[in-house]
Every structure is written in structure tokens, then in C-alpha cells.
């Protein structure tokens, strides 16, 4: 089981352009849940999916910021517009009911 | 919503030494509660949980106590080696939804 995967590890944008953000969960894990890290600073929730459903937003920007886990392929959490105050790790976890995340790798987004 | 506490910011202890980090949480419908270990640069592992129904669980030197009414769980390290130094974060929810961590506990092991 190769865990939970993320790509890319790291990722440099210029402000105002996209960035586009993989993740494979664990195999037979159905629920994803994103979470973003600024430098020395907690994780903060951002959005928990399971296939071609989003459970919980609440943690989301209402502008720019969007997810989606489809039934086919990785979950993809979008950023749209890219401005310096986005620049963090974001982490993606999956796990199934019961059971703890399990925490991939994350991206680091570095917005010039 | 859920609100994780988390004490203290930095813990300094010399190897050998058992070390203790607190959280409160709010919300008393959590039931779960997580501890990850991050070190630097790399992703945060689950190192122990505790669920609602039990109060206390052990694995080895790691060990954490919930108290349901207080609304407290703490972690508690025996025997610290070096390589326990990292940060620690606590986190409460549900075992199948949106978990709320604590702001994180840099733990210092010194040889």
C-alpha cells in the first residue's frame, strides 16, 4: 500500500495563476480531507469529500478555493488567482470510517 | 464548532526525562482524539488516539488520558530520547469527519 499520495511535492506560482493540487488516498479509503499549514502554525481544515460528494466545506475561502474528488482519478483541490497570503503546505488525509487520518506528504505552494 | 487548546507552545526536557502536553476541547459531541508527531519538513504521523468510551491508552512509552467531563486529554512520553523531539499536535472530532487540531507542542529532547 503506497499511502496517501501527493503531487506536486512542491509547487511555485506567480500571483494570479492557477494552482492545481493532487491527491490519491490510501486504497480503500473513500473519505479525503484537506488542510492547510502556514510556516510554524497549526493545521486548519479545509474540506472533507468522499467520491463525487463534498461532506463539509466549512473550512474553505468562499472565493478562489475549490475541491473536488471524482469517481475516477485523485482528488484535486484548486486555486484559482494565486496570491502570496496562499503560499503554506497543504496536506491531504484519507482514512475510512473508524480509523484515523493518515496524512500524506503534502504540497508546498510558494506564490512569487 | 470545535475548539482544541493546546498547552504548552514549547517543552524543553533532558533525554530520559518523561515529558506531558494538555488540550481542552469545546464541543462535547467530539469523540476522537488524535496525536501526531511532525517533524520538520515532513508530514504529521498518527502516534496514538483515544476514543470517548475509554480513558486512558498505552503504547509502549506513549500514553494518553481523557477526561470527558473536564473535557481534557493529555499525552504523556516516558523515557524521552532525542529522537522524540518534534511537534506535537492534538486534535479532536469524529473518527469519519472534519478533526480541529490543537496550535501544536514543540518538544525539545536533550541529550
Known amino acids: 500500500n503506497a499511502g496517501v499520495m501527493q503531487n506536486p511535492r512542491h509547487l511555485v506560482r506567480r500571483r494570479g495563476q492557477e494552482a492545481r493540487l493532487r491527491c490519491s488516498p490510501m486504497?480503500?479509503?473513500?473519505?479525503v480531507y484537506w488542510y492547510r499549514q502556514l510556516p510554524e502554525e497549526g493545521l486548519k481544515f479545509m474540506v472533507y469529500l468522499q467520491k463525487e460528494n463534498i461532506i463539509d466545506e466549512s473550512g474553505m475561502p468562499k472565493e478562489r478555493f475549490s475541491a473536488e474528488f471524482p469517481k475516477e482519478g485523485p482528488s484535486i483541490l484548486r486555486i484559482q488567482q494565486v496570491v502570496r497570503g496562499d503560499s503554506a503546505a497543504y496536506f491531504c488525509a484519507s482514512s475510512t470510517t473508524g480509523d484515523g487520518y493518515t496524512f500524506g506528504s503534502g504540497t508546498r505552494l510558494t506564490v512569487v | 464548532g470545535e475548539n482544541v487548546e493546546q498547552h504548552p507552545s514549547t517543552l524543553s526536557v533532558q533525554e530520559g526525562d518523561s515529558a506531558v502536553i494538555k488540550c481542552t476541547y469545546s464541543d462535547s459531541a467530539s469523540n476522537y482524539f488524535p496525536w501526531y508527531k511532525q517533524e520538520l519538513g515532513k508530514r504529521p504521523q498518527l502516534i496514538i488516539d483515544i476514543r470517548s468510551n475509554v480513558g486512558e491508552k498505552k503504547d509502549q512509552r506513549i500514553a494518553v488520558t481523557l477526561n470527558k467531563t473536564a473535557k481534557h486529554f493529555s499525552l504523556h512520553i516516558t523515557e524521552t530520547q532525542p529522537e522524540d523531539s518534534a511537534v506535537y499536535f492534538c486534535a479532536g472530532g469524529t473518527s469519519y469527519g472534519k478533526l480541529t487540531f490543537g496550535q501544536g507542542t514543540i518538544l525539545t529532547v536533550h541529550p
Open positions: 486504497k480503500g479509503h473513500s473519505h
